[in-house]
Structure formats: structure tokens, C-alpha cells
């Protein structure tokens, strides 16, 4: 009922940067809270950064003052924009939105396909 479409991933030098981008679409009353995570070969899964509906974030300390999350709720779409990258920000990147499909009733949580990021000179 509700989809999420990461894109903006690709391979970047150290020091460069790169816009992610995750669209939602489908039966979408209102979308809640969202987020960023990233998995590395060998490592569970990891929040990156997460933002409210009313804009609130939260960052883990590994990206502060280099990723900045965002939200343009009018287009459904959520945004992280990483700075500075470090080879140990290579992973895949997935997208999280708790949406409401149905008032009152129907919440979803749901997760992108994914997006690479790798960081290597």
C-alpha cells in the first residue's frame, strides 16, 4: 500500500557528496515519521538519521554535522544530504516512513529497496 524509492546513491571520493533521495507513493493518508538507515556487509542495520512530521531530527553521532535530513512533505519525499563523506560511510542506504493509510486505523511501516553509497578514492 505504500512504497519508497531510494535514489541519488552512486560511488564518491572522500571529502565529496551526494544527495539521497526517497519518494512514497500508494495509499497514503499522511506520513509520520521517516528516516534514514544504513547496513555495511557484515553489520546489522543502523540509524542514520530520522525526522517528524513537524521536522524534528535526530542524528546518529557518526554523521553530526555532516548529513542534514530533510522532508518535502507536499511532494511525499524525503531527503539526506551527506557531506564529507569517509569510506566508512559505505553501505546501503534504506529509507523508513511511518505513514497512516487509513485514519485511526491502518499505520504502516515501510522500508525502500536501497540505495549504494560507496565512498572510495
Known amino acids: 500500500q505504500v512504497q519508497l524509492v531510494e535514489s541519488g546513491g552512486g560511488l564518491v571520493q572522500p571529502g565529496g557528496s551526494l544527495r539521497l533521495s526517497c519518494a512514497a507513493s500508494?495509499?497514503?493518508?499522511?506520513?509520520?515519521?521517516m528516516g534514514w538507515y544504513r547496513q555495511a556487509p557484515g553489520k546489522q542495520r543502523e540509524l542514520v538519521a530520522t525526522?517528524?512530521?513537524?521536522?524534528?531530527?535526530n542524528y546518529a553521532d557518526s554523521v553530526k554535522g555532516r548529513f542534514t535530513i530533510s522532508r518535502d512533505n507536499a511532494k511525499n519525499t524525503l531527503y539526506l544530504q551527506m557531506n564529507s563523506l569517509k569510506p566508512e560511510d559505505t553501505a546501503v542506504y534504506y529509507c523508513?516512513?511511518?505513514?497512516?493509510?487509513?485514519?485511526?486505523?491502518?499505520?504502516?511501516?515501510?522500508w525502500g529497496q536501497g540505495t549504494q553509497v560507496t565512498v572510495s578514492s
Open positions: 523508513n516512513a511511518h505513514t497512516t493509510v487509513v485514519a485511526g486505523t491502518l499505520y504502516s511501516n515501510s
Open positions: 500508494g495509499s497514503i493518508f499522511s506520513i509520520n515519521d
Open positions: 525526522i517528524t512530521s513537524g521536522g524534528s531530527t
